[in-house]
Each structure stands twice: as C-alpha cells, then as structure tokens.
C-alpha cells in the first residue's frame, strides 16, 4: 500500500467523486467525514497510511458534475493530483456518468488504484446482464486503462442501502481506509468515547424523565398548580425533543434518541383528555414526527410509515382548528411529505404523488399573501420539485414540467423576498435544469429558448454585480452560447453569430489573463467552432479558416495532453466535423474526408462505452452524415442507414429536433422524401429553421407554409429577455 500523508505530499485527504443525481449523498459523505473526530487514543499511530492525524479535513468535492461543455477543469484536475485517496459515491446514475468515470480513471492513472474506496447508496454491484440498469459500480474502477495495463481490482466498499451497514458503520469503514485502520480497532476506540459520552447523556436524559414524571404526578395532585407545572414539563418534554434529540443524534445513537422520543409521547398519552390542550397536541405530533424521522434514517420505512400516520391526524386538526396559523400548516405539510417520501423509498410513485399534491394544497389553501413568506414559499418550490420528480419518473414529462416551472417562479420569489440562500439558489438552477431537459425531450424549441433566455439574464446580472468573478463570466459565456445555439437551430442565425461573438470574446479575455486554464481553452476551441458553424451556414466562407484552425489546435493539444479524457476527445471530433463540412465547402474533399474518418473513428468506441449518452449519439450521427456526403454508393448508404437506426431507436426523448433533423438528413440522401416529410413537417411546426437542413428541402422540393404565429412568440420571448437587460 502507498505511503502517503496528506499534511505533507497531500493538500486534500480525499476526493469525493459522484454523480449530480447523487449529491444530497455526496454533501451527507463530505460533512461525516470532515467533522469526524479520530478517536484520542488513536492520534499519532503511525499505520500505512502514515501517521493518524486528529481529523480528516480537508475533503475535497466538487459542488456539482460538470455541463457537457466541460472537462473536468484545471481546478479537478489539481485535486484529483493533491489528493491522498478517491471515494466514489456508486448508484447507477454514477456507473453512467462519463465524469465520474474520467475521475476514477484520471486518479488511477496517478498511481494510486489501491487507494479508491466506494460508498455504494443505490443499484446493485456486479448486477447480471438481465439488471444491466442497476449497476452500481463504474467500469472505471476495474477496467484496464490501457493495453499494458491488468485492470484494477475492485477497491473496499461501504453500503448504506436498506438492510446493509449503515450510516454509521459506512462512514466507520471508509474512515478506517482512509487512515489506514483496521475496522474493529477502530470501532472499540469509538465505542468507548461514545460510552463515556452517552454516560452523561444518559444520566440527564433519565433525570429529566424522573422530573417530567414527578412534576405530572404533581400537576394531578395539586391541581392549583396544574397549569404551572404542566407548562414546566412541556419546557423539559421540548428540550427532550430539541437540544437532547440534536445532541444524540450528533452521536449517530438512534436507538437512545428514539427511547427517548417514545417516553415523551408516553408522558402525552398519560394525560387526561381534558387537560390536553392544542400546545399539547403540537408536541405530540412533534414526537411522532420526529419518531419518524429517526425509524426513516434507520431504514425501518414501516414502523416510519406508522409514525407519522400517527401524526397526521393530530397535525391535519390542528391545522384545521387554525387556518391563518402559518407554522401549523407547515408542521401539517411536513407530515403529508414525509408521508410521500416514505412511499417514494419504497417505490409506491402514485401514493408518493398524493401525499406531495396533498401537502402542495394545505400550503395554498392559505391564500396568496401567506404563499409570499419565505417559509411557505421554500417548502412550495421543495414539493413542487417533489411532485415533478414523481410525474418524471412515471413518463409524463408535461405535467413534470408545469410543477418545475412553478418550482422556478417560487424561486425567483424567493430571491427577491432577502439575500438568497444557497439552497435557494441551488433550486433555482435545479428549475432551469429541469425545464431545460424537459424541452430538449419534447422538442419544444420555444420553451428551451425561453428557459436559456432568462438562465442568460440572471447568469449576466450576478456577472455585473461581481465582475471580478471569472468563474461567474465562464458562467454567463456558456449560458450565453447554448442560447445562441438553440437559436440558431430557430433560424435566427444573425443573432446567434453575435450571441456566439460576445460569448467568444469572454473566453478570450479569460485565456489572456491565464493561458494554463483547461476549461478555458476547452471553451475557446468549443465556441470557435461553433462561431465558424454559423459563419459558414450563413455563406462565409472566409473567416472560418481561422476560427476552425484555433479550434482544432487547441482542442488536439488538450486531447493529447489526456486521451482519456472523453469530453476533449468529443469536441476535438465535433470540430473535425466542422472543418470537414468546411473543407468540403471551399473543394477540399481529400483532406475533408480525412477529418470525417478520424472524428469518427474517435467517437465510435466512445458510443459503444456509452451508447445511451445523447450528445455523444448526435456526434457520432453527424459525423457518419459528414463522410456519407463525401462518399459514394454502399458506403455512404451504409453510413446514413447506421444513422436511422441509431437514432430511430432511441425511446426517451424522441422528439429531441436535434435527433429528428439528423433522420431527416439521412432519409433526402437516401432519396426516401416520403419518409422524410412527416418528420419535417413535426421540425417545422417545432420552429425548427436551421439553415442547411431548409436548404435540404428545398431541393428536395419540400415546403410548409409560414408560422407567423410561432415567430410572433419567439419575438415576445426574446423582447422579454432584452427588457430584463435594459432593467
């Protein structure tokens, strides 16, 4: 095992890799283990890991994976570098992702295989083929890095799925990795401090039990001072379900915080009738709600259940008894969710979906002055993100969408009620992203151009307030060209050269001030493609020569510098592409058929790897459509029916424009206008105007009649967009 010692080779004592889907894990992983205190008895043991430091800090992870126009940055890359150890966050949305994959290759590259650890929170490891889907594990971790290379072995693994190690003995077996440990030794050291800590705990909680019970002896007894003595023992009974709840569950002991929990609500039960009053009430829907809560982390979803069936009753009279009361329609609310996320643990998506709709309407009944109080609005905005999840999941992408949507405009209100929180704003990118995916699935040009549009004015207004703030500029730049993109794809393709030019000149700027920045540069080869695409839809054929050789350029050194770095690899194919259709342009087929080959002979074994990736399936079909126009007979037909098929066999999403204006391409050059007509009408009624693709049907004498109406609404969408700038 290496020696390592991350005071001293090592900035970082770990890097968290983890997919986007998978962060409230990853943030949960990086907290534990940042705060952990090595037991005292156990600091200064020197093991293989070299010497036990008193704490773990720092960890390093990075806020969210990257957007598919990014590698994974200079800042990563450091990282990954100053990093003693690498833990991955595995679920199958972690076994599909492609960064986290790189990262776990990039680290294994440094030599250090043997000091990748695993925390496994959803899917299976070493699924069957039949359960391809519930694979847990990235075939990075095991999969030879190259020919020379055996494969690495598959490295320790924590489980804190339902029924395996738990919270607590999870993070227990990554901290004893880390540090080099055996387990049971370090489980004993921990033992012990925790008993020495619970000793006391312990004692005060059974004196606390003792007074409360004395004092409702008391409280009968003389009943002068009922009502001063019941008022002390619902003041101990909240301590009991506040401070002393926080303080054991900081311990991770669950099963004294759940004692305790049962007697205050078996000191509630042992109440008369008629001296339970609603404050009462409030703490015993309290106690079960947080009863819940703890039978919830502790995976026992039933007895949850229970619980909080339990409280709802008490909550939903409450709330009743007092309509006006914000906080008891929150408590209620809070009930009905925690009801749907039981139900969603356990995969009942339509009872799930009732609890979060039901929760959503006790907040509105209240009327729209109580929905302005942040309180009210952050839980609206949270369930609305809920319910559309649950509608995402069962296919039914445009009710998905109306909740994501209300999630965005609650959002904004939110940040323009106070300062904005950090979970605020995660919300409301969460929102943009949402609806962003949503409308490229649907094919909903207008939608896409809507959202990107207001991402673009909030990305340039926290530019201007912070304009020292390079990483807020990358920011705006990249926001500011895939709107242009999406515009030019509406045919508006004046505006997104100049959308491109100022995102461009960003990127510019920021590669003069520090030419070594790999996303920067990464930026600068993408965004000049991108401008020399345009250029040359619109019969420019001049200046793309530089813009296309500065690309490649660039794009090539990054590609060099890590081949295995799929994201560089993708855009240096993708700027091939262009400069073929370039070359091919200005009479240059030899050396524009060259590009073709070599973009698509470096994209095709990255689709086999990840043949479900939309932006790698687009490449690899425009590629195949750029050499089919550069060849002849059987070979190029070969290529085009490569692309239906691919394409035609994608499930999800399949109203994507980008996937039905690239059929269409394939179906003219085959001669098929009759197959290809339907799918031109769905484009053009779609907004859908891309330059070269009307060109095809035009010569393909394929015309539809004009769309005033859809023009009418994108001038309006783009009207509100400069009216949100001029403010």
């Not at 965005?408 to 929102?431: F, I, K, Q, T, V």
């Not at 493609?529 to 794009?555: E, F, W, Y």
Request: charged letters at 25%; a neutral charge; proline letters at 4%.
């Amino acid at each position: 095992m290496n020696q390592v010692s991350p005071t001293g080779d090592f900035r970082y004592r770990a890097f968290i890799s983890y997919s986007h889907r998978d962060r409230r894990w990853a943030k949960w992983l990086h907290r534990a283990l940042e705060t952990y205190r090595v037991p005292a008895r156990l600091v200064g043991l020197v093991t293989a890991a070299g010497p036990v430091p008193r704490r773990l800090a720092p960890i390093f992870r990075d806020r969210e994976e990257l957007a598919s126009s990014s590698d994974l940055g200079g800042k990563v890359d450091l990282a990954l570098a100053q990093s003693a150890n690498l833990i991955v966050v595995c679920s199958p949305a972690a076994a599909a992702s492609r960064w986290v994959g790189a990262e776990v290759r990039a680290f294994r590259r440094l030599g250090r295989g043997d000091r990748i650890f695993c925390l496994i929170v959803a899917g299976e490891p070493n699924a069957p083929a039949a359960q391809h889907g519930e694979e847990c594990l990235s075939a990075a971790l095991c999969d030879p890095l190259d020919e020379a290379d055996a494969g690495g072995r598959e490295p320790v693994a924590a489980d804190v799925r339902p029924g395996k190690d738990g919270r607590q003995s999870a993070k227990l077996k990554l901290v004893a990795g880390l540090l080099g440990l055996e387990l049971d030794q370090l489980r004993r050291r921990e033992l012990q401090r925790r008993n020495r800590r619970l000793a006391a705990i312990a004692a005060l909680s059974t004196l606390i039990m003792l007074v409360t019970t004395l004092l409702a002896i008391d409280a009968v007894i003389a009943r002068r001072a009922a009502e001063r003595r019941q008022k002390q023992a619902e003041a101990l009974i909240g301590f009991m379900l506040g401070d002393l709840n926080d303080k054991l569950a900081q311990v991770q002991r669950l099963d004294i915080l759940e004692a305790v929990d049962d007697k205050a609500m078996a000191y509630f039960q042992s109440l008369p009738a008629t001296d339970v009053t609603d404050d009462v009430l409030e703490q015993r829907a309290k106690a079960l709600e947080k009863i819940g809560s703890v039978r919830l982390d502790q995976g026992r979803l039933a007895a949850a259940t229970s619980a909080y069936l339990a409280a709802e009753p008490l909550a939903r009279a409450l709330a009743h008894a007092a309509p006006a009361d914000v906080e008891r329609q929150i408590a209620y609310a809070r009930v009905q969710a925690f009801l749907g996320m039981s139900d969603w643990y356990q995969g009942h998506l339509e009872a799930a979906g009732r609890y979060f709709a039901a929760a959503q309407a006790t907040l509105e009944r209240m009327g729209a002055p109580a929905r302005t109080d942040p309180r009210v609005l952050f839980e609206l905005s949270t369930l609305d993100n809920d319910i559309g999840h649950v509608l995402e999941a069962r296919g039914r992408l445009d009710d998905a969408a109306t909740h994501y949507q209300r999630m965005l405009e609650r959002c904004r209100l939110l940040a323009a009620h106070a300062s904005p929180r950090s979970e605020w704003l995660e919300h409301l990118g969460e929102a943009h992203n949402n609806l962003g995916k949503l409308a490229l699935m649907r094919g909903d040009l207008l939608t896409a151009i809507g959202e990107y549009s207001a991402d673009d004015a909030i990305e340039t207004q926290l530019s201007q307030a912070h304009p020292q703030d390079n990483d807020q500029r990358k920011n705006m730049a990249r926001v500011r060209a895939i709107l242009a993109r999406t515009l030019a794809l509406a045919g508006r393709a004046e505006q997104a050269d100049r959308e491109t030019g100022e995102a461009l000149a960003v990127i510019e700027e920021l590669h003069r001030f520090d030419p070594t920045l790999t996303d920067v540069r990464e930026s600068l080869g993408l965004y000049s493609t991108q401008l020399a695409r345009l250029r040359r839809a619109q019969g420019d054929i001049r200046s793309p020569r530089a813009l296309l050789a500065r690309a490649v350029q660039t794009l090539e050194e990054l590609a060099r510098h890590d081949p295995s770095n799929t994201a560089w690899q993708q855009d240096l194919a993708e700027a091939r592409i262009e400069r073929a259709a370039w070359r091919q342009a200005t009479g240059q087929e030899a050396p524009a058929r060259a590009d073709a080959q070599a973009a698509l002979a470096g994209l095709t074994p990255m689709l086999a790897d990840q043949p479900d990736e939309r932006s790698l399936l687009l490449s690899t079909a425009r590629a195949r459509l750029q050499l089919a126009d550069l060849q002849a007979g059987k070979d190029a037909q070969a290529l085009r029916l490569a692309v239906l098929k691919d394409l035609r066999a994608v499930d999800s999403g399949a109203g994507d424009v980008r996937l039905l204006a690239a059929q269409v391409d394939a179906l003219l050059a085959l001669g098929r206008p009759d197959e290809a007509r339907p799918l031109a009408r769905r484009l053009w009624t779609s907004g859908y105007r891309e330059p070269a693709l009307v060109r095809r049907l035009a010569r393909a004498h394929i015309a539809f009649p004009p769309n005033p109406a859809f023009e009418q609404r994108l001038q309006d969408v783009l009207d509100r967009r400069a009216l949100a700038f001029a403010r």
